[in-house]
């Protein structure tokens, strides 16, 4: 089955960075759009940036300017690069994948999550 394994997170001080990964694997076609979620204790999941297959991104305003998403077609692979790091950006990300056509079909698929904790 299609699988999305993620990779990167950690603890990390303020003003730091941390690259998180995320690799498709499984019987995949293609996938249109690929991204990055986050998720507080006691808030709503929200979205953090996205990046089509043909590059166009976009970011939640909180972290313009200090994240950056890109994407490797012929990996399967999304990546994100968090620098200046804030207490609040403290959350589990979770990786998706969009509108993925898989010999299992046409679906939508999530990652486990992974945990960046950012304090001193």
């Known amino acids: 089955q299609v699988q999305l394994v993620e990779s990167g997170g950690g603890l990390v001080q303020p003003g730091g960075s941390l690259r998180l990964s995320c690799a498709a694997s499984?019987?995949?076609?293609?996938?249109?759009?690929m991204g990055w979620y986050r998720q507080a204790p006691g808030k709503q999941r929200e979205l953090v940036a996205a990046?089509?297959?043909?590059?166009?991104?976009n970011y939640a305003d909180s972290v313009k300017g200090r994240f950056t998403i890109s994407r490797d077609n012929a990996k399967n692979t999304v990546y994100l690069q968090m620098n200046s790091l804030k207490p609040e950006d403290t959350a589990v990300y979770y990786c998706n994948a969009d509108r993925v056509v898989a010999a299992e079909g046409y679906l939508e698929v999530w990652g486990q999550g992974t945990l960046v904790f950012v304090s001193s």
């Open positions: 499984g019987s995949i076609f293609s996938i249109n759009a």
């Open positions: 990046i089509t297959r043909g590059g166009n991104t």
